[in-house]
Antibody
Framework: EVQLVESGGGLVQPGGSLRLSCAAS????????MSWIRQAPGKGLEWVSD????????NYADSVKGRFTISRDNSKNTQYLQMNSLRAEDTAVYYC??????????????WGQGTLVTVSS | DIQMTQSPSSLSASVGDRVTITCRAS??????LAWFQQKPGKAPKSLIY???RLQSGVPSRFSGSGSGTDFTLTISSLQPEDFATYYC?????????FGQGTKVEIK
């Protein structure tokens, strides 16, 4: 059974940093691209970033480019999202999602339960 | 960026009704379209991928169709557990984009 468990969310001040983690199990982690998708309170879904199975290729939404960094450790079956220079508009539930293929060109077939990030003074 | 527009934004329906939600892309995306279901306080769940392929474990009352710019999600006979918000999403190009959602409520 595929399981994705996010952690690392919390309250942070504007301009601060936070690192999210997503621990994966139930599949061969290194064979699949992974993504982060967020949802602001009461709003729709926004894709944030994704990373290929090897970690050699990454993509970012313009809204986070230069501030967020996605990475993965295939030996630990874990992906990360390092979030710097956080803004109030980054407040959201952040979901970890598995892609159906290695390159990230497919569907988000499994999602974690999400972790809440609140940016506020 | 490719804009995804869903209609309607919300609808009221009864158990047993046939429900149709449409999704339009601002440019052609071939068949690179997915549908997700989200219930309050829960993570989205994959229903349909490649416009018409049913995700494993999803009931057959859900179906998807379309290609290019116009797509449809149909629930053939609405069940109590289907009341939720539904999102379409394109994975033809970056950035990946979602529709604004369609909330299906009980009439």
């Amino acid at each position: 059974e595929v399981q994705l468990v996010e952690s690392g969310g919390g309250l942070v001040q504007p301009g601060g940093s936070l690192r999210l983690s997503c621990a994966a199990s139930g599949f061969t982690f290194s064979n699949y691209a992974m993504s982060w998708i967020r949802q602001a309170p009461g709003k729709g879904l926004e894709w944030v970033s994704d990373i290929s199975g090897s970690g050699s290729s990454t993509n970012y939404a313009d809204s986070v480019k230069g501030r967020f960094t996605i990475s993965r450790d295939n030996s630990k079956n874990t992906q990360y999202l390092q979030m710097n220079s956080l803004r109030a508009e980054d407040t959201a539930v952040y979901y970890c999602a598995k892609n159906e293929n290695y390159y990230g060109s497919g569907n988000f077939d499994y999602w974690g339960q999400g972790t809440l990030v609140t940016v506020s003074s | 960026d490719i804009q995804m527009t869903q209609s309607p934004s919300s609808l009221s329906a009864s158990v047993g009704d046939r429900v149709t939600i449409t999704c339009r892309a601002s440019q052609g995306i071939n068949y690179f379209l997915a549908w997700f279901q989200q219930k309050p306080g829960k993570a989205p769940k994959s229903l349909i991928y490649a416009a018409s392929r049913l995700q494993s474990g999803v009931p057959s009352r859900f179906s998807g169709s379309g290609s290019g710019t116009d797509f449809t999600l149909t629930i053939s006979s609405l069940q109590p557990e289907d009341f939720a918000t539904y999102y379409c999403q394109q994975y033809h190009s970056y950035p990946r984009t979602f529709g604004q959602g369609t909330k299906v409520e009980i009439k």
